[in-house]
C-alpha cells in the first residue's frame, strides 16, 4: 500500500512539473470539442472503513518504526537472554578497582558467552520475566531494558543464589556459590522473545512457489523458484493487516535473528494472476521488533497538529480525504479525450526530453523505466495523454462551473507551491534547516514558476474544493477490528 501511495504522489509531482511545459496557452479556450467530462454530482461515493483503518496503522507503523523505538523488555515476558558474571577485583587502598586482577586475568563465574568460558548455558530462557524463574534480582535488570543493547554493572550478588542451582551445571554453581551477596561485574543483553500479535517487526523475507507436495519448487536449473514481488524488508504490523493475514499470522513465534519458515495463502482475489488463491512458502528473518506507539488523541495530535479536537473528528477527516480521491479517481478515469490540442502536445512531448538528462543524472535510471515501473505508463506516450486529459478534465471542470481564481486564490496557490517545495527540500537532506529549505522553495516557485503554472494550480485547488461538495458518502463497514483499536487479527468481525 505503501508503494501505491508514493507512486500516487510521485505521479502528481510529475503532472505539477510539467504544468510549465505550456506557457501561456493554458486551455484558456472552449474544451468541449477536446474532452468530455462526467456528470458527478450527488455520486455515491463507498468509503471503506478497512481502508480507513489501514491508513491508521500504515502511519503508525511509520511513527513506531525508529531505533529508539525498539521493544523493551516488559515483565511477563518470556525472553532469551546472555549474561556474564565476573569476580570483582580490588585496588590496595580497598576500593574497587575492575573485573580484572593484577595481571589482567578475569575470573568468570558464570557466562552464557562461549567465548567466555567452556563450561556455558548458550543463552538462558527466562519465562514470565519479574517472577522470579531465575532469579527476582537478576530478572529486574531485564526489565525495560531494550532489544540487543549490552549493559555492564557492578552489582551485588543476591545472598540466596539456591533459585538458580536448577538453571546451572553443578560445576557452575560450586563455582559462583561463594560469592553470594559480594559485589561483581555483570553483563547482561536482552536478546530476543517471540514474535507476538500487536509486535512491530522489522523482516527481510523470499517467497517461493511450491509443488504439488507442497514444498518450495525446484526449477529447471535447480534453483528454487521465487515469485515476483515476494522478496524484500519491510516493517510488519502483526495483527493489522497491511499485509496478507497468513503471512502476519505466520511470524508469530519468530526470534529475532533467527531465520525461519511458514507457508501462506493469497486471498483468491489478491489481484497477481499466479498468486490469486495460491499456498506459496515464505522464508524470514525478524530483525527487529519495535514497541507500537498508541493509538489516541496525544498521537493525533503530535502527528498531524493541533486541528483535531477527537479521534472520531480525525477519522471523519480520513473518511472525507478517502471519498474526495475517489470521486477524484471517477472524474479523471470517466473523463473521454476527444482529441489532444497540437501545441500543448509537442511542448509537453519537448518538455520530457529536457527532463530525461536531469532524470538520469539524479535517479540513476532511464526515464522511461521510471515511467514504466513506478508509475504504470507504457510508454511516453500514454504518459503524455494521461497528463493532458487531466490537465483539460480540470479546465473543463472550471468552465463549466465559471470557476476563475481571484487574487487571493493565486496568493494561496503560491503559498502551497512553496510549502510543498519547501518539504521536498527537508525530506532530501537532514542537514539542511526549515529557514533554508523555506528560502529555497520560495525562490524555486518565483524565479523558475510562471504565471500559468500558479494559476494551474489555483485552477486544481478550486476544482478539487468543489468535488469534494458533490458527493453522497456510503460507508462501508470494517470485516476486522485492528490491534490498534484493541482488535485481534484471529478474532474477525463477521462481514
Not at 500479535?197 to 526449477?219: F, Q, R, S
Not at 496478507?244 to 511458514?262: C, S
Not at 480525504?321 to 489532444?340: G, M, P, W
Not at 525562490?443 to 494550480?457: A, G
Request: include cysteine; glycine fraction near 6%.
Amino acid at each position: 500500500m505503501k508503494k501505491r501511495i508514493i507512486c500516487l504522489a510521485l505521479m502528481l509531482i510529475m503532472v505539477l512539473s510539467l504544468a510549465s511545459c505550456v506557457i501561456d496557452q493554458k486551455y484558456d479556450y472552449d474544451l468541449t470539442k477536446y474532452v468530455t467530462i462526467p456528470e458527478v454530482a450527488g455520486k455515491e461515493i463507498e468509503v471503506k472503513l478497512d481502508y480507513v483503518q489501514s491508513t491508521i496503522d500504515s502511519d503508525i507503523i511509520s511513527t513506531s518504526a525508529v531505533s529508539t523505538n525498539r521493544y523493551t523488555a516488559q515483565a511477563g515476558d518470556n525472553v532469551k537472554v546472555s549474561i556474564v558474571i565476573k569476580e570483582l577485583f580490588w585496588s590496595a587502598d580497598g576500593k574497587i578497582d575492575s573485573s580484572k586482577d593484577a595481571n589482567g586475568n578475569e575470573n568468570i563465574l558464570f557466562s552464557t558467552d562461549n567465548s567466555a568460558t567452556t563450561d556455558v548455558v548458550e543463552t538462558i530462557v527466562i519465562n514470565n520475566l519479574g517472577a522470579g524463574s531465575f532469579h527476582p534480582e537478576i530478572e529486574n535488570k531485564f526489565l525495560k531494558k531494550k532489544l540487543g543493547q549490552e549493559h555492564t554493572d557492578t552489582y551485588k550478588l543476591p545472598a540466596d543464589l539456591t533459585p538458580l542451582q536448577s538453571m546451572l551445571t553443578a560445576e557452575q554453581y560450586a563455582k559462583i556459590a561463594p560469592y553470594a551477596g559480594k559485589d561483581c561485574y555483570i553483563t547482561y543483553k536482552f536478546i530476543s522473545r517471540p514474535v507476538r500479535e500487536g509486535d512491530i517487526v522489522n523482516v527481510t523475507y523470499t517467497g517461493y512457489h511450491t509443488d504439488d507436495a507442497g514444498n518450495i519448487k525446484i526449477g529447471d536449473d535447480g534453483k528454487e523458484v521465487t515469485f515476483s514481488g515476494g522478496s524484500g524488508t519491510s516493517n510488519v504490523y502483526i495483527g493489522s493487516r497491511t499485509f496478507i493475514e497468513d503471512f502476519e499470522k505466520g511470524l508469530i513465534g519468530f526470534e529475532v535473528g533467527k531465520e525461519g519458515q511458514f507457508k501462506a495463502t493469497f486471498p483468491s482475489d489478491y489481484g497477481v494472476d499466479d498468486l490469486n488463491g495460491k499456498t506459496v512458502i515464505f522464508k524470514a528473518t525478524v530483525k527487529e521488533i519495535y514497541t507500537p506507539v498508541k493509538y489516541n488523541l496525544e498521537y493525533i495530535k503530535s502527528t498531524y497538529g493541533d486541528k483535531y479536537e477527537s479521534i472520531e473528528a480525525f477519522e471523519t477527516e480520513l473518511k472525507k480525504s478517502y471519498a474526495s480521491q475517489q470521486l477524484l479517481n471517477f472524474f479523471l478515469e470517466n473523463t473521454i479525450a476527444l482529441d489532444y490540442p497540437k501545441a500543448e502536445k509537442k511542448l509537453i512531448t519537448n518538455q520530457l526530453k529536457e527532463m530525461e538528462l536531469d532524470f538520469a543524472t539524479q535517479y540513476g535510471m532511464e526515464f522511461d523505466t521510471y515511467l514504466k515501473t513506478y508509475l504504470g505508463f507504457s510508454s511516453r506516450e500514454d504518459y503524455i495523454k494521461y497528463t493532458m486529459k487531466a490537465e483539460m478534465a480540470y479546465y473543463a471542470y472550471a468552465q463549466k462551473h465559471g470557476m476563475e481564481p481571484t487574487e487571493a486564490d493565486i496568493a494561496t496557490a503560491r503559498a502551497a507551491l512553496i510549502a510543498s517545495y519547501k518539504d521536498q527540500y527537508l525530506s532530501s537532506s537532514s542537514k539542511i534547516t526549515e529557514a533554508q529549505a523555506l528560502e529555497l522553495a520560495t525562490s524555486f516557485v518565483d524565479e523558475q514558476l510562471t504565471e500559468s503554472d500558479i494559476y494551474q494550480e489555483a485552477i486544481y485547488t478550486l476544482v478539487g474544493d468543489h468535488l469534494q461538495t458533490q458527493y453522497v458518502m456510503k460507508e462501508i463497514p470494517a470485516t476486522y477490528t485492528s490491534v490498534t483499536k484493541g482488535g485481534s487479527l484471529f478474532d474477525p468481525k463477521a462481514e
